[in-house]
């Protein structure tokens, strides 16, 4: 027993828990032994853990043939970065045998001037998965629970759950707003109250009086996590004027969706700076300060392009509406969206619609536990929507 703490703990300060640290995390209720659980977390990242799997999982592998030749189930984007973020990082891949000079201060600066707060407010990331795991190690404890709404982006309560702190699942409202007061009351001492805006999955938007509500109610100590990673879609007013104003507030934002750069993890989180510090003091410095360069130039380039955020936008709007214009004409149930995917109530198990779509070659998104019967479907291309709305007919769903 002796020599398994030894042992323990020996780990806990190879990797960069220092004394203080360990003190902090077993004052909020976490045992020794879960102790490398948080570590595994803020060191290795959510993949490493196996969290972001759960997380992301599109459940396509058993039912799709090896090849979908159209991706509609995982949420990104249907083609890549907008033209001067991608011409901007490929300059930066020509001259990568340069360490890292003044590109993270451009991309905070560009952040800053966008999003009208501090650059001492804006931390980039190597996507958002990371930040939002170490915020609930951070906040989060066996002593102060996670809230969220059911259902939402899954993430955040594998986290919790991982970690042994409470998740309380919360309805969402009867248009699919969350459901700030519910939450509050669901748990009154939580460390985290999760709003996902617009939400994955029912791409449903949260009004900001209702987050203003649940940050001037919520008890001390506790933060609100606002995940903005579809609003460029959705074109709805963010959070970011709440950290400007110093709240116990959170702000997500990831370039994996609109920028379409899923795949060259890219985000940012806006707060103050003693909120993140928290978060940082295990090993955040560095899972911040070692981006690529070509990443962070993308990113940077990407968030000043406002007509072709915009233009991208409507493009996705005019595809998504004729595939709802469809489902009207044939009577199928959907959640009016206002990002890129909407969930469709097929009336019969989601998993086997699923199936029929992959035997198309067509791979449709997977539905969540409370509603086994809705699919959530991304908006893809003009083409792939098309071969969707095909489907649907020769399906006849
Ligand atoms: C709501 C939400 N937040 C965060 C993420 C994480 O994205 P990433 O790690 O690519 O930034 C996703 C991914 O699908 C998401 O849907």
Redesign the pocket.
Known sequence: MNNERTDIDGDLVEAGLSDDAQADLLSRGYSRRSLGRVLALLTAGPAAAGLAGA??AQAPSQAAPPKATVRIGA?ECWTGPLEPAAKAAAAAVATGNRYTGSQRADFVNAAASVEKTPPSHIIPWA????P?SRIVVTYCSPTRGLVIANPT?E?APSVARYIGAKVSEVPLTADYAHDVKAMLAADPNAGVYYV?TPN?PTSTVTGLADIEWLLANKPAGSIVLV?E??IHFADAPTASYLVAQGKDVIV?R?F?KLFGM?GM?M?FTMARPDLMMKTMRYDGMMASFALPNPSVVCGAVSLVQADLIAARRAEMVKARDRSLALLDKRNIRYIPPRANFFMVDWKKPAKDVQAQFAKEGIEIGRSWPIWPNVSRITVGSAAEMDAFNAAVVKLNL
């Open positions: 997380a992301f949420n996507g958002s998965s990371d939002l982006f993430l996902c994955n995940d990673a579809y997500l990831t994996s899923a993890r985000a």
